[in-house]
């Protein structure tokens, strides 16, 4: 048999199967190897990781659409507290609108939720029935937005912005954003930069309809003191701190489109 072993260097070389078939093997483990062990380096020297400028979700085309999304929404009944069901079908409805309006304009056929579902405890709610610490959850395989509608205190104004960020993490999803198919690592910073562009594209939805609770928004996440052994902590680590979150709502605020909630191109600093 002929192999390594039967070659010495007085002798002429006489290339068996062995040698010519194991520098290529080797050279394709250490790639495969490679590969796998510096793949956060690969992908930020290519310039797609998250947190580049030039990643798949930085560059997605739901960015074409240029036009501030929000408007006015006709629908909303003058006093926004009295029902706040009915307030809360009425903004969605127009949240159907202007989606669909920036959608369009981005080539992306957009396709309502299949259901909002307002529930008053979490295990009504299509996914997410066993965690019982949200106000919103957005089932991603039942398409359903879940907001959950406590009565009687007459606080209308932060349902409606979890109404629009769970409308928002819909948006992600039907525009394929969230999509995990591409080259994207997905850890608690890739959930920072979902949930933050969530609340940037919320801000961008509610700035016509709803500047004052939006205000208001940006002051009770700017008060998180972001206290890392808090009950706040892991929540923090998922969707990013207080700071981060007010800034990323004053972004969607002033400017209103998508490009400025572009939360997947943005340097880790601003999704922390
Ligand atoms: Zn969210």
């Given amino acids: 048999m002929s192999g390594p072993r039967d070659w010495s260097p007085g002798e002429p070389r006489r290339p068996g199967v062995v040698r010519r078939v194991l520098p290529v ?18 992908q930020g020297l290519i310039g797609t990781a998250p947190g580049s400028p030039r990643s798949a979700a930085a560059t997605h085309r739901l960015y074409a659409a240029t036009r501030p999304v929000g408007g006015r929404c006709a629908g909303l009944p003058r006093d926004l507290d009295a029902r706040p069901g009915v307030t809360l079908r009425a903004l969605a409805r127009c949240l159907d609108g202007m989606w669909a309006a920036s959608l369009a304009e981005a080539g992306i056929d957009y396709t309502p939720p299949a259901e909002l579902r307002l529930v008053r405890v979490p295990a009504d709610a299509a996914c997410g029935k066993e965690d019982h610490d949200w106000a919103g959850i957005y089932c991603p395989r039942e398409r359903v937005v879940n907001v959950l509608v406590q009565g009687g205190d007459g606080r209308t104004a932060p349902m409606m912005f979890t109404l629009a960020h769970e ?16 080259s994207e690592t997905f850890d608690e910073a890739w959930s ?22 939006l205000r208001e928004q940006r002051r009770v996440a700017a008060a998180d003191a972001g206290d890392p052994d808090g009950p706040a902590a892991s929540y923090r680590q998922s969707h990013g701190s207080g700071a981060s979150s007010a800034a990323w709502i004053a972004r969607g605020q002033r400017t209103g489109t998508v490009g400025a909630c572009n939360t997947w191109g943005a340097p880790a600093t601003q999704v922390s």
Wanted: aromatic share 6%; glycine share 8%; charged share 20%.
């Fill in 192 to 213: 920072r930069r979902l949930e933050l562009q969530a609340d940037c594209l919320a801000a961008a939805a509610l700035r016509v309809v709803g500047p004052r609770l």
């Fill in 25 to 42: 093997a080797l050279a394709f483990a250490i790639i495969a190897c490679g590969t796998v062990y510096l793949r956060g380096d690969l």
């Fill in 167 to 182: 409308y928002a993490h819909h948006v992600q999803e039907v525009s394929g954003i969230a999509d995990r198919r591409g």
